[in-house]
């Protein structure tokens, strides 16, 4: 089945710092989406992003489809912003099924 | 609107024991699915329902039933508890082409 690697497994900040999180893929993909979770264990819906680049305020995210490849910019890091950072995609041939790559984990000290 | 909802937030039960893990989502979607998360990892598909009155297997199907209840209500059995179903269990449902989730239920068996 389809590879979802996220690297790096975890990460530390100091506030203010700018980051990248990257996920790459081992096949066509029909869905990307990344979400934060949270300290008290809420997934968040960061970004549906299949190809192109998106922004929503200090996050952006950027998808190469042709590459199997995405990336999650966060500038200005804050301490809210720490928790789980998951990527997951759903296959050309899914529907709506999600597989997950294993999360960054970040930590934002202040 | 409120989305994706789950009863109960905790539960513990003994080894053996059975339980029904509840979902409902307002979004007016057809497809429903079940995940689990298990420590420092990534959510794994159990079971989903494209529509009412089916269901599918996922990737972790073992020692799961489900009922689609209605278009509404998709929920999730264990007939015989095991400790290795101790985990966090995610409820989904999409919302134009995102995935989104409930809160999850934490589960532990003894």
């Known amino acids: ?110 | 609107n409120a989305g994706v909802t789950q009863t109960p937030k905790f539960q513990v039960l003994k080894t053996g024991q059975s339980m029904t893990l509840q979902c409902a989502q307002d979004m007016n979607h057809n497809s429903m699915y079940w995940y689990r998360q298990d420590p420092g990892m990534g959510l794994r598909l159990i079971y989903y329902s494209a529509s009412e009155g089916t269901t599918d297997k996922g990737e972790v199907p073992n020692g799961y039933n489900v009922s689609r209840l209605n278009k509404r209500e998709f929920s999730l059995r264990l007939e015989s508890a095991a400790p290795s179903q101790t985990s966090v269990y995610f409820c989904a449902s999409p919302r134009y082409n995102e995935q989104f989730f409930g809160p999850g239920t934490r589960l532990t068996v003894l």
Not at chain 1, 37 to 55: A, D
């Open chain 1, 1 to 110: 089945g389809i590879q979802v690697e996220q690297s790096p497994p975890d990460l530390i900040l100091q506030e203010g710092a700018n980051s990248t999180l990257r996920c790459n893929f081992s096949d066509s993909v029909n869905n990307l989406q990344w979400f934060h979770q949270n300290p008290w264990g809420q997934l968040i819906n960061l970004f549906y992003i299949p190809s192109g680049t998106k922004q929503n305020g200090r996050l952006s995210a950027t998808t190469v489809a042709t590459e199997r490849y995405s990336l999650l910019y966060i500038s200005s890091s804050q301490t809210t912003d720490s928790g789980v950072y998951f990527c997951a995609v759903e296959r050309m041939d899914s529907s709506y099924k999600l597989i997950f790559g294993s999360g960054t984990r970040l930590l934002v000290r202040p």
